[in-house]
């Protein structure tokens, strides 16, 4: 492959590494605290968990489908795991008890939106209210806080200098990457998502890969809540409220098309990094937390702009 | 005043020395155009030959890179689609571009609705005026009627009012006929012609060279994005055109070998569905061609779907190798060695957006993996040995099949089921939409097949398709089997009477 080939390819992911690039060089030029290790590995922290999220919703893209669910399921799976904590459970079972409602609710709405035929919109809409309240329900509304020093390793520990989350994120990434492009669930979210009536006529079985994506996104939330119980040392029904944006914009901004059949998990961790070293940037240029939303909304919809204008280029 | 002038007066479009360039690519070589008033001008070219191109770039979608355009003896640029409208150029693509929630006449004056004080729609106004267009198009359609309730035919005959409500001088249509009936394809050439003596000038696209003697006055060949040649149509004929078209002499247009006739594959017994299919009884062997005539709405379609596994039967039996099975969905038939190419290539039958090695291999993944994990080396081997066998046109196995021709797409198609080492394979339409030279090689490679001991069910409307390469062709009509013939038998009345229900069977 030649290099002109290698752009052509790679351009729209080479094009948000750049737009990260230029966004650190402006940083570092704006504050001198930016490009310091200790800033860095914060940034990757923060990132962690919206980036673990985003990888599932990565998926759900990719199959032409949505979930706004995931917040939702992030409190609930959270609460559920902190209540299992509390009752002496090890810290791996607790884990897994996690992942499981986690999954278990991304399952639901698989089943749903296949079996059901429920928009992927609806469905998940339903289950981000239903999720909820169920959290709420569970704990009566109040948090549960104060778990081992071995649980709560998950997010203060490190390895080497590398943060727990920030290794477990990596960890995740490269486990999708290798989902999406080297096993059969990978190549069917792809043709599902580019042509879900082709994909059936060649006899692949939408409905049981569907769900499972959905599934798949479900227990990613589920491993964000374990992250995010361990970094509070709490776990809060109202936890993780908007985090299907952050998720969507992450997975948006790094390439994958909301009609599906199209993106990349790199262009994800991109996408996520991008919106992380925005807020830490703005945070350290003393910005209000007002104006960071208008300034990260903006950068979502010049992104999507500047996407379109590139597939049109190429045409 | 002299002759000339009058002459020159009467061409309303002239396009000299075209030439567009993509990136990497000469799309249109020096092509020129000469379009009179009132002529039907037919754009003949396979799939490539740079027809669309030159059609875009009149209504405004491309730019030229060079060249020069005259319409009506006055040097024009055309920049964007607007402006080709008001310069009274309008284009019907094969794609109809109505919206179907809303009535014909909304539709034709969708953008520039007549409008009362406060900017409010002159409903009344609105019907009365496009009720107009519509009656003088000769259509029985009420301008009140949604489209979506409108057949095929009708919202094209809603496009074309469309395309007068703008006074256009120059009407592009881009395949008209292709998803039309052959009483359709009538009305519409009574439409055309009409529209002639109003002194339209039309550029016509087909492939279906047998209907550009029934409506064109003149024809002009493109090749490889190259001028080949102005006729009057009625100085020449089809074999010279496909020459032109081809440059080669295409000496049979259905290269068919007869393969020798193997063991019964496929028995299919009393097959029944509700409103659909009543009492099909058939059997298919190795190494034969078996035809399935019969208009649209005849039930060819729900039949292959029904022996795919697609829709679920409600009697009958499908009985494969000698033994009796019950599909219930795609997956069981893939299984059991059936493969279908779908009617429509792109909706169903290709991921346009994957590759090709992605596409060829979806069904067959089980075949390339362990454990869910995929061996691409092995999948990359199989997409090249079957790119090398059909000879696909590509640069790489990675291309995307959405950038390839539509000879193309289908042998993609074809390798998918080869790939799953089918040996029942139903052609829906299999050439549809496929330029003559492609048409070709899809024959060739049915003769292949059926030497190989496949065999093959082959859907079309297309009569000289289904007389020049079945073996044996069934008719079918309102959802029953009207009729059996040998490829010796058959002839187009015969096909056409049972199609037709004029005669029944026994």
Known sequence: MTSRDFILHHGRQLGTLFGL??????????SPFFLTVSNLLNIAQ?????????????????TAGIDLSVGSILAFSGVVLASVLKADLPVPLAIIVGLMVGFACGLLNGILITIGRLPPFISTLGMMSVARGAALLYTQGRPISGFSDSFRFLASGEIGPIPAPVLIMIVVYIIAFFILNKTKLGRYAYAIGGNEEAALLSGVNVRFFKAAV???????????????????????????????????????????????????????????????????????????????????????????LADMALKKQKK | MNISFIMNNDIVLQMQHISKTFPGVVALE???????????????????????????????????????????????????????QELGISIIYQELNLVSQLSAAEN???????????????????????QQLLDELGVRINSKSLIKNLGIAEQQMVEVAKALSFRSKILIMDEPTSALTEEEIKELFQTIKRLKKKGVAIIYISHRIEELFEIGDKVTVLRDGKYIDT?????????????????????????????????????????????????????????????????????????????????????????????????????????????????????????????????????????????????????????????????????????????????????????????????????????????????????????????????????????????????????????????????????????????LGVVDDQ
Request: hydrophobic residues 45%.
């Open chain 1, 214 to 304: 959905y599934g798949l996104c479900g227990m990613l939330s589920g491993l964000a809540a374990v992250i995010l119980t361990a970094r509070l040392n709490s776990a809060q029904p109202i936890a993780g409220m908007m985090y299907e944006l952050d998720a969507i914009a992450a997975t948006v901004i790094g390439g994958t098309s909301l009609m599906g059949g199209e993106g990349t998990i790199l262009g994800t961790l991109i996408g996520a990094l991008i919106m992380g070293v925005l807020r830490n940037g703005l945070n350290l240029l003393g910005v209000s937390s007002f104006v960071q939303q208008i300034v990260i909304g903006s950068v979502i919809i010049i992104a999507v």
């Open chain 2, 30 to 84: 020096d092509v020129c155009l000469e379009l009179r008033r009132g002529e039907v001008h037919v754009l003949l070219g396979e799939n490539g030959a740079g027809k669309s191109t030159l059609v875009k770039i009149l209504s405004g979608a491309y730019q030229k890179s060079s060249g020069e355009i005259f319409i009506e003896g006055e040097k024009t640029e055309i920049k964007n689609p607007k402006q080709a």
């Open chain 2, 231 to 499: 006729k009057n149509i009625a100085e020449t004929n089809s074999a010279e055109l496909i020459r032109l078209m081809v440059n080669r002499e295409l000496n049979e247009q259905f290269p068919k070998q007869v393969a020798k006739k193997g063991d019964e594959i496929l028995r299919v017994e009393s097959l029944a569905k509700k409103n659909k299919l009543y009492d099909i009884n058939f059997c298919l062997y190795q190494g034969e061609v078996l035809g399935i005539a019969g208009l649209l709405g005849s039930g060819r379609t729900e039949l292959a779907r029904a022996i795919f596994g697609i829709d679920k039967i409600d009697a009958g039996k499908i009985i494969i190798k000698g033994q009796r099975k019950n599909l219930t969905s795609p997956r069981d038939s893939i299984n059991l060695g059936i493969g279908l190419l779908t009617e429509d290539r792109k909706s169903q039958g290709l991921v346009l957006n994957l590759s090709l090695r992605d596409n060829i291999c979806l069904p067959n993944l089980d075949m390339f993996s362990n454990y869910g994990v995929v061996n691409s080396q092995q999948e990359n081997l199989t997409a090249k040995k079957y790119i090398r066998e059909l000879r696909i046109k590509t640069p790489s196995f990675k291309q995307k099949v959405i950038n390839l021709s539509g000879g193309n797409q289908q042998k993609v198609v074809v390798s998918k089921w080869l790939c799953s080492q089918a040996d029942i394979l139903i052609f829906d339409e299999p050439t549809r939409g496929i330029d003559v030279g492609s048409k070709v090689e899809i024959y060739q490679l049915m003769n292949q097949l059926t030497a190989a001991g496949v065999g093959i069910i082959m859907i079309s409307s297309e009569l000289p398709e289904i007389l020049g390469m079945s073996d044996r062709i069934l008719v079918m009509c309102q959802g029953r089997i009207n009729g059996e013939f040998t490829r010796q038998e058959a002839t187009p009345e015969k096909i056409l009477q049972r199609a």
């Open chain 2, 108 to 130: 034709i004056f969708l953008g520039k609705e007549p409008v009362k004080t406060f900017g409010v729609i002159d409903f009344k106004k609105l019907f009365a005026q496009s």
């Open chain 1, 46 to 62: 923060q990132t962690a968990i919206n980036a673990i999220i985003a990888v599932g919703m990565t998926f759900v893209i990719i």
């Open chain 1, 21 to 30: 690039f230029v966004l650190g060089i402006v940083l570092w030029i704006l």
